[in-house]
């Protein structure tokens, strides 16, 4: 057999690896928020537009962005498998049906804009337009009620809190696809998504609030853990985002509105590590040191992560920059 | 309301059984689009962009269905069999993160510029595409089996014991991650997959050329379901006698190594030398037809075959029967005839392969139409070896999820309930069922609607402001 020698017993050049990985796997659950995000509320956005050609617009938009965007939720789980095997396993069993939900919606979405451009008579798109809007709406609000959940504990299904942190993510989604249909499309409906992005910020904040208010009422634990210098400090900068993000949409400067919906995301998804931090999964009372696999897997995926993310960050630069700019007119999905 | 274990078995098999059948469609058809999108930009006949863009056309179609029940696999391991992931985490947990890093998102980029980007990249940045997906596809693979591998043959760890609960811990990575059994895995699997595509593909091509000249519709591009089929029948006489050749080592390796699958896949319940190999097999009693389990058989078979399969040439090799083992047999019926179908195919493919060969080199290939009937029934069949093939692999392993270290009833999640588990169970039923239904109607619909037509191209080629190509057909 070989020998790793202290490979096999501490962490790689003495890193801090636990509390690195916990960070890593929100910033990659932060990354399929904000890029998914903006397809998800393009979804959403979808709802609002009556007219075929839009909605086309829309749905050729997203169309060579969602997949691989919807690949971080897998990587998500990937990492989250890896680096805390009982935290992956007590989580996403307990919260069963409420994960299958998430499942059902991301089918849904996923499904939606390659049936709907396979036919083009008024019942089937009619239909596949319906999937759409509902599986872009349902899987960031089941995913907000999956937060909650892993911040309180509880594995309900539905619950005041889940329901604030559930719609909080749904306007977020809502913020970003706005900025990021305005930076695809142009016309009419670049202008018409401009006032449901600045009301989705609002409401967003709104929620936001809303939400630690609740969260701070349901365990002491969090009680503690919400009024504390940083969670406040990133509420304040979210709202200071917030305004940025509309003032750059009034003046069209919508990259930048698209950047301020991103770091909104990251903010929330920040917040959520914050309120956890030092556990992983308050549910079954399990520390980031408790739940963390053994060095030796650790350190190993360790180097093929920093081997392996930069590159998928060449892939997405590489894939952005192929689509910059609006939709041509002879493209669809 | 149904039992949580039973119940997570059920939804576990029918996930994994309806979702293989995109990765096979996706990994089978990357070669091939890699070829043709390779022949395009080099300035090839207008018949490699046709079957570039139409073969694409199912491939994103594929993808797309295969991301959406891929994910949910992914999550099943934590639903699902918690105990299962609490418990192999360390080990299993590493290879599904580097597929989605390594090769999920490779494949997903650079499909958004494959599918969606020919107009918009260089030549050289699309070809590169191709390659990417391709190579995605390929490496998810290596992954997913280098997984899969460690559950059949568990190597490099030790149990210890962590938060009053017993683990796998890693101690030696090579062994786990090198293991023997991923290379027999791979090559099977990659082979099946393109051998599989080539059957799909010449059964679409032989159903359009005999809707041309049998039932005289006058298909549009008959040239280029010819060219198809010629493509078909070459990727077919590589990889029909490979599979063969290559399974039967494979069968050795697994008598090696799981002896226990190996005699439930020749239904052997007495430790014995001089087995025969049983072409069928039946129980002799009337009651035990449907008990998966029945021991009393009555058989046809080549006398020392099995012993002479198992190993590599001696027909006097003892082959440890089902009772010598301590736990109970897996549902030997199942396997039994599983292998026996996926291997009578497998040597149907090789006689398909080398009658469609044949007709070609004798300048008839497009008259045959016994042929052509053929390929038209085989044209899913290749899907249908493949799914048989994962059957003796998974249920032959049963009662284990790890051979040997863990069974797979204690894998499952401790806190699932019976409801919980029968709402998803009725909801995966209804939903695979309709994913399928649909999956199926929209690649019939690209099917009959063929390929891009030659003014289509033209258009194209113009626009692009690159030389003329000629038109479809004139090879």
Same mark, same amino acid.
């Given at each position: 057999?070989?020998?790793?020698?202290?490979?096999?017993?501490?962490?790689?050049?003495?890193?801090?690896?636990?509390?690195?990985?916990?960070?890593?796997?929100?910033?990659?659950?932060?990354?399929?928020?904000?890029?998914?995000?903006?397809?998800?509320?393009?979804?959403?956005?979808?709802?609002?537009?009556?007219?075929?050609?839009?909605?086309?617009?829309?749905?050729?938009?997203?169309?060579?962005?969602?997949?691989?965007?919807?690949?971080?939720?897998?990587?998500?789980?990937?990492?989250?498998?890896?680096?805390?095997?009982?935290?992956?396993?007590?989580?996403?069993?307990?919260?069963?049906?409420?994960?299958?939900?998430?499942?059902?919606?991301?089918?849904?979405?996923?499904?939606?804009?390659?049936?709907?451009?396979?036919?083009?008579?008024?019942?089937?798109?009619?239909?596949?337009?319906?999937?759409?809007?509902?599986?872009?709406?349902?899987?960031?609000?089941?995913?907000?009620?999956?937060?909650?959940?892993?911040?309180?504990?509880?594995?309900?299904?539905?619950?005041?809190?889940?329901?604030?942190?559930?719609?909080?993510?749904?306007?977020?989604?809502?913020?970003?696809?706005?900025?990021?249909?305005?930076?695809?499309?142009?016309?009419?409906?670049?202008?018409?998504?401009?006032?449901?992005?600045?009301?989705?910020?609002?409401?967003?904040?709104?929620?936001?609030?809303?939400?630690?208010?609740?969260?701070?009422?349901?365990?002491?634990?969090?009680?503690?853990?919400?009024?504390?210098?940083?969670?406040?400090?990133?509420?304040?900068?979210?709202?200071?985002?917030?305004?940025?993000?509309?003032?750059?949409?009034?003046?069209?400067?919508?990259?930048?509105?698209?950047?301020?919906?991103?770091?909104?995301?990251?903010?929330?998804?920040?917040?959520?590590?914050?309120?956890?931090?030092?556990?992983?999964?308050?549910?079954?009372?399990?520390?980031?040191?408790?739940?963390?696999?053994?060095?030796?897997?650790?350190?190993?995926?360790?180097?093929?992560?920093?081997?392996?993310?930069?590159?998928?960050?060449?892939?997405?630069?590489?894939?952005?920059?192929?689509?910059?700019?609006?939709?041509?007119?002879?493209?669809?999905? | 309301?149904?039992?949580?274990?039973?119940?997570?078995?059920?939804?576990?098999?029918?996930?994994?059984?309806?979702?293989?059948?995109?990765?096979?469609?996706?990994?089978?058809?990357?070669?091939?689009?890699?070829?043709?999108?390779?022949?395009?930009?080099?300035?090839?006949?207008?018949?490699?962009?046709?079957?570039?863009?139409?073969?694409?056309?199912?491939?994103?179609?594929?993808?797309?269905?295969?991301?959406?029940?891929?994910?949910?696999?992914?999550?099943?391991?934590?639903?699902?069999?918690?105990?299962?992931?609490?418990?192999?985490?360390?080990?299993?947990?590493?290879?599904?993160?580097?597929?989605?890093?390594?090769?999920?998102?490779?494949?997903?980029?650079?499909?958004?510029?494959?599918?969606?980007?020919?107009?918009?990249?260089?030549?050289?940045?699309?070809?590169?595409?191709?390659?990417?997906?391709?190579?995605?596809?390929?490496?998810?693979?290596?992954?997913?089996?280098?997984?899969?591998?460690?559950?059949?043959?568990?190597?490099?760890?030790?149990?210890?014991?962590?938060?009053?609960?017993?683990?796998?811990?890693?101690?030696? @990575?090579?062994?786990?991650?090198?293991?023997?059994?991923?290379?027999?895995?791979?090559?099977?699997?990659?082979?099946?997959?393109?051998?599989?595509?080539?059957?799909?593909?010449?059964?679409?091509?032989?159903?359009?050329?005999?809707?041309?000249?049998?039932?005289?519709?006058?298909?549009?591009?008959?040239?280029?379901?010819?060219?198809?089929?010629?493509?078909?029948?070459?990727?077919?006489?590589?990889?029909?006698?490979?599979?063969?050749?290559?399974?039967?080592?494979?069968?050795?390796?697994?008598?090696?190594?799981? @002896?226990?699958?190996?005699?439930?896949?020749?239904?052997? /319940?007495?430790?014995?030398?001089?087995?025969?190999?049983?072409?069928?097999?039946?129980?002799?009693?009337?009651?035990?037809?449907?008990?998966?389990?029945?021991?009393?058989?009555?058989?046809?078979?080549?006398?020392?075959?099995?012993? /002479?399969?198992?190993?590599?040439?001696?027909?006097?090799?003892?082959?440890?029967?089902?009772?010598?083992?301590?736990?109970?047999? @897996?549902?030997?019926?199942?396997?039994?005839?599983?292998?026996?179908?996926?291997?009578?195919?497998?040597?149907?493919?090789?006689?398909?392969?080398?009658?469609?060969?044949?007709?070609?080199?004798?300048?008839?290939?497009?008259?045959?139409?016994?042929?052509?009937?053929?390929?038209?029934?085989?044209?899913?069949?290749?899907?249908?070896?493949?799914?048989?093939?994962?059957?003796?692999?998974?249920?032959?392993?049963?009662?284990?999820?790890?051979?040997?270290?863990?069974?797979?009833?204690?894998?499952?999640? @401790?806190?699932?309930?019976?409801?919980?588990?029968?709402?998803?169970?009725?909801?995966?039923?209804?939903?695979?069922?309709?994913?399928?239904?649909?999956?199926?109607?929209?690649?019939?619909?690209?099917?009959?609607?063929?390929?891009?037509?030659?003014?289509?191209?033209?258009?194209?080629?113009?626009?692009?402001?690159?030389?003329?190509?000629?038109?479809?057909?004139?090879?």
């Amino acid at each position: 057999m070989t020998d790793y020698g202290s490979l096999a017993t501490e962490p790689l050049f003495g890193l801090p690896l636990p509390t690195l990985w916990f960070a890593l796997v929100f910033a990659i659950l932060g990354t399929f928020l904000f890029l998914d995000g903006f397809d998800f509320g393009a979804g959403a956005l979808f709802a609002t537009r009556e007219d075929e050609s839009e909605r086309e617009t829309i749905l050729a938009a997203i169309g060579p962005f969602w997949d691989g965007n919807e690949v971080w939720l897998v990587v998500f789980g990937g990492a989250l498998f890896a680096a805390f095997p009982a935290a992956y396993a007590n989580l996403f069993s307990r919260n069963y049906l409420l994960l299958f939900g998430v499942l059902a919606a991301l089918i849904l979405r996923g499904l939606a804009p390659e049936m709907y451009e396979q036919r083009h008579d008024a019942a089937w798109q009619r239909w596949w337009g319906r999937s759409f809007v509902a599986g872009s709406v349902l899987a960031p609000f089941l995913l907000g009620v999956f937060t909650a959940n892993w911040l309180t504990g509880s594995d309900a299904l539905l619950s005041p809190v889940g329901v604030a942190v559930g719609l909080a993510l749904v306007a977020l989604t809502v913020v970003s696809g706005a900025a990021f249909l305005r930076l695809k499309v142009s016309g009419p409906l670049r202008a018409a998504v401009r006032r449901p992005g600045e009301r989705a910020v609002v409401a967003y904040l709104v929620l936001v609030v809303l939400s630690l208010g609740l969260l701070s009422l349901s365990t002491p634990r969090l009680a503690a853990t919400v009024v504390t210098p940083p969670v406040l400090a990133l509420v304040a900068v979210s709202v200071g985002l917030g305004v940025g993000y509309v003032a750059a949409l009034r003046t069209g400067r919508d990259l930048l509105a698209l950047v301020a919906s991103g770091l909104l995301t990251y903010g929330l998804v920040a917040v959520v590590a914050l309120l956890l931090f030092p556990l992983i999964d308050p549910g079954a009372d399990l520390s980031v040191a408790e739940a963390i696999v053994a060095p030796l897997a650790l350190n190993i995926m360790s180097v093929a992560s920093a081997l392996l993310l930069p590159l998928v960050v060449t892939y997405f630069v590489v894939l952005y920059s192929a689509f910059g700019g609006p939709v041509q007119p002879t493209e669809s999905y | 309301m149904v039992d949580p274990v039973i119940a997570s078995r059920v939804q576990f098999a029918l996930t994994t059984i309806v979702h293989i059948i995109f990765p096979v469609m996706s990994m089978g058809l990357a070669p091939f689009l890699v070829y043709f999108t390779w022949k395009e930009v080099r300035g090839g006949e207008a018949v490699y962009e046709q079957l570039r863009r139409f073969w694409t056309k199912i491939f994103a179609v594929s993808f797309v269905v295969g991301t959406v029940t891929g994910i949910v696999l992914e999550f099943e391991f934590g639903t699902n069999f918690a105990a299962f992931s609490t418990f192999a985490g360390e080990l299993f947990g590493g290879p599904l993160a580097t597929e989605g890093m390594m090769a999920f998102m490779l494949e997903a980029t650079f499909l958004g510029i494959f599918v969606f980007g020919r107009e918009r990249v260089s030549d050289r940045l699309y070809f590169v595409s191709s390659l990417a997906v391709a190579a995605g596809t390929w490496l998810s693979a290596v992954w997913i089996l280098i997984a899969n591998s460690w559950m059949q043959l568990p190597r490099g760890y030790e149990l210890v014991e962590r938060g009053g609960q017993t683990v796998v811990h890693l101690t030696d @990575p090579l062994a786990a991650y090198l293991n023997p059994r991923f290379m027999f895995m791979y090559v099977h699997m990659q082979n099946a997959a393109v051998e599989s595509v080539a059957l799909f593909m010449a059964g679409v091509a032989a159903y359009h050329i005999f809707k041309h000249y049998v039932w005289g519709y006058s298909v549009q591009e008959v040239d280029f379901w010819e060219k198809t089929l010629k493509i078909a029948i070459v990727a077919l006489l590589i990889t029909a006698p490979l599979q063969v050749l290559h399974g039967d080592m494979y069968a050795r390796h697994v008598h090696e190594t799981q @002896p226990q699958k190996f005699a439930a896949m020749e239904a052997v /319940w007495e430790t014995d030398s001089y087995v025969p190999e049983y072409l069928v097999a039946f129980p002799t009693s009337l009651d035990d037809i449907t008990n998966p389990r029945a021991k009393e058989l009555f058989g046809l078979g080549i006398p020392g075959g099995a012993s /002479w399969l198992a190993s590599g040439g001696d027909p006097q090799a003892t082959i440890r029967g089902l009772n010598d083992f301590e736990t109970e047999a @897996p549902p030997v019926a199942i396997v039994f005839w599983s292998f026996r179908a996926m291997v009578g195919l497998g040597f149907w493919f090789i006689l398909l392969a080398f009658w469609g060969g044949y007709r070609w080199w004798r300048g008839e290939l497009l008259e045959d139409d016994l042929l052509h009937k053929a390929l038209m029934g085989s044209s899913l069949l290749g899907i249908l070896a493949v799914e048989l093939g994962w059957v003796v692999t998974e249920v032959g392993r049963q009662p284990w999820v790890v051979q040997g270290v863990l069974k797979t009833a204690d894998g499952v999640s @401790p806190g699932l309930t019976g409801t919980e588990a029968t709402i998803t169970l009725a909801g995966f039923v209804l939903a695979y069922a309709s994913l399928l239904a649909l999956y199926s109607y929209v690649v019939a619909r690209i099917i009959r609607a063929g390929p891009p037509g030659a003014e289509e191209l033209r258009t194209f080629v113009t626009e692009a402001d690159e030389p003329t190509a000629g038109a479809p057909g004139d090879d």
